[in-house]
């Protein structure tokens, strides 16, 4: 398979993938059963808050995060970048999760991006690439998170960031003066 037309159907998979991975629409069995051929043994996942590898490990987490809470994710753009070789390579997705950690309560958006590192084992394979993703790395802002908050979210955009970039504009200014 020439080398776009493998991006493009990996590119596929992990839309897929994400899919399956971030909407709680999609049941656990289901989730668990379309990702596992995709799990390398010694797979990683990281957020900003936990860190943890392997496949069963790693399993168990998917499936009791879908158990936990309500989400999905809006994706806005996600590309494969494959090393010279065609064998080993990262797909990043960016968008926003909708979490919704109480069903009556509105979902808030969480600015995500996704890190999957992954093995090409067969490119031809019937039915699409065979690959193993090796590491998923889930990152969010932590602004994102604080602004939610309420009362605290208002603190936080109204009243720290102004102050901490005027702090930060006056302490560059004074870092030019003296690096003359």
Do not use: C, N
């Not at 936990?68 to 996600?78: N, P, S, V």
């Not at 991006?113 to 699409?128: C, N, Q």
């Not at 009362?151 to 009243?159: D, I, N, P, Q």
């Amino acid at each position: 398979m020439d080398r776009s037309r493998l991006i493009q159907r990996l590119e596929e998979r992990f839309r897929r993938i994400t899919h399956l991975l971030y909407d709680t629409s999609v049941a656990p069995e289901d989730l668990d059963r379309e990702i596992e051929p995709f799990l390398a043994d010694d797979v990683r996942f990281t957020d900003p808050w936990q860190g943890e590898a392997g496949r069963e490990k790693y399993r168990l987490g998917a499936a009791g995060f879908h158990a936990m809470f309500r989400f999905r994710f809006e994706l806005y753009q996600l590309h494969v970048d494959l090393d010279e070789d065609g064998r080993r390579g990262r797909a990043l997705a960016d968008g926003v999760m909708h979490l919704q950690p109480v069903r009556f309560l509105p979902s808030y958006p969480l600015r995500t991006i996704l890190a999957y590192e992954l093995e090409v084992t067969d490119p031809d394979a019937p039915g699409g690439p065979r690959f193993l993703i090796h590491d998923h790395e889930e990152m969010w802002s932590l602004a994102d998170m604080i602004e939610a908050v309420p009362g605290l979210g208002w603190f936080y955009g109204r009243v720290f960031r102004p102050a901490f970039s005027r702090g930060f504009l006056a302490a560059s200014k004074l870092s030019l003066r003296f690096a003359r």
